[in-house]
């Protein structure tokens, strides 16, 4: 079976910075893409950012942001394996959420969440 397991959350002041990271083991063939999500309390998950891992079916390294983190979120991959890093700076209020890893193979297969919370 595959496992993700974040690291990274806590509590961090607005116009601070956090690194998430992500790492993924089990029996994975091929990984299509990885990314993060991030769900607030009393709304949906949304996309954060996702990042392709290369293949057949992909050119890696392709990068793709939800328009309220552009500028101030990265998402990187480590070589060689299956990890996915998310910077996060500038952070504001509205940031605070719980914050999952994704990895898209054969099947999809989510992390247990991390939290961010932004707050004086």
């Known amino acids: 079976q595959v496992q993700l397991v974040e690291s990274g959350g806590g509590l961090v002041q607005p116009g601070g910075s956090l690194r998430l990271s992500c790492v993924a083991s089990?029996?994975?063939?091929?990984?299509?893409?990885m990314g993060w999500y991030r769900q607030a309390p009393g709304k949906e998950r949304e996309l954060v950012a996702t990042?392709?891992?290369?293949?057949?079916?992909?050119?890696?390294?392709?990068?793709d942001y939800a328009a309220s983190v552009k500028g101030r979120f990265t998402i990187s991959r480590d070589n060689d394996k299956n990890t996915v890093h998310l910077q996060m700076n500038s952070l504001k209020p509205e940031d605070t959420a719980v914050y999952y890893c994704?990895?898209?193979?054969?099947?999809?297969?989510w992390g247990q969440g991390t939290q961010v919370t932004v707050s004086s």
């Open positions: 089990g029996s994975i063939f091929t990984v299509y893409t």
């Open positions: 990042i392709t891992s290369g293949g057949v079916l992909f050119r890696g390294g392709v990068t």
């Open positions: 994704r990895l898209r193979a054969s099947q999809d297969y």
